[in-house]
């Protein structure tokens, strides 16, 4: 059966959670036995509990049915590169909600989760153009070679994006970068809910550059019903 995909405006709706809900996820993350993803990223797993039951029927309510795929929180130190969430299962990609729960240092509205124009409907993938070394992508393919990126734009790092790369990208190389282009950033804005497609190319600016130790967020992620 052929995968069906969407492509829908990334939205970000401020407050979304309550302070009490946001001091109940820190503290379950901080009290919970961690996966280790990598030297940079670790993550809880909430899928099943009632919190995060609770929460897909709100989330229902405001974005129409789907079926969970997971749920966590997770940790990290250093910025996710460009990658997109899909799943290298088959399955038809649907939305995913990022909530900022909590940063150490700096301010949030420096640091950012950045979307971009481009899809990527092939798996789960991360994305490091023009790269002859093998890197550490976890679950995820590696390309280095962008011909069945969606999309594609040249340029646009070098002249209508060249300012917000050198403030918020710093850490990924240009030729990574290539072909792509800015679509949104919003701030890491804590409480806040972001919503996006799984297919999306997104990347973290360098929060580190911010003052920014760690942040902590938790995700959903999605599939049609």
């Given at each position: 059966m052929q995968r069906t995909f969407n492509e829908t405006e990334p939205q970000q709706i401020l407050n979304y959670l309550n302070s009490s809900d946001i001091k109940y996820l820190v503290e379950l993350f901080k009290n919970s036995s961690k996966k280790i993803n990598s030297n940079i990223?670790?993550?809880i797993s909430i899928k099943g509990t009632d919190y995060a039951d609770?929460?897909?029927e709100r989330l229902k309510?405001?974005?129409g049915d789907f079926t969970l795929r997971s749920a966590t929180i997770w940790e990290a130190t250093e910025p996710h590169n460009i990658h997109n969430n899909d799943r290298l299962e088959t399955g038809n990609p649907h939305l995913g909600f990022v909530f900022p729960l909590y940063h150490e240092g700096g301010v949030d509205t420096d640091a950012k989760l950045i979307f971009l124009r481009q899809y990527y409907y092939n798996g789960a993938a991360k994305f490091y153009g023009g790269e002859t070394e093998e890197?550490?992508?976890y679950y995820n393919q590696l390309i280095t070679d962008y011909k069945d990126v969606k999309y594609k734009e040249n340029g646009m790092w070098s002249t209508t994006n060249k300012s917000f790369k050198e403030k918020y990208l710093p850490q990924i190389k240009d030729r990574w970068l290539e072909g792509l282009s800015l679509h949104t950033a919003f701030p890491w804005a804590v409480g806040s809910m972001m919503k996006f497609d799984?297919?999306?190319l997104h990347v973290a600016s360098d929060f580190r550059k911010a003052g920014i130790k760690r942040k902590i967020g938790?995700?959903?992620f999605t599939e049609k019903p």
């Open positions: 990223l670790s993550h609770q929460l897909v309510k405001d974005f890197r550490d992508v799984v297919c999306r938790m995700a959903l």
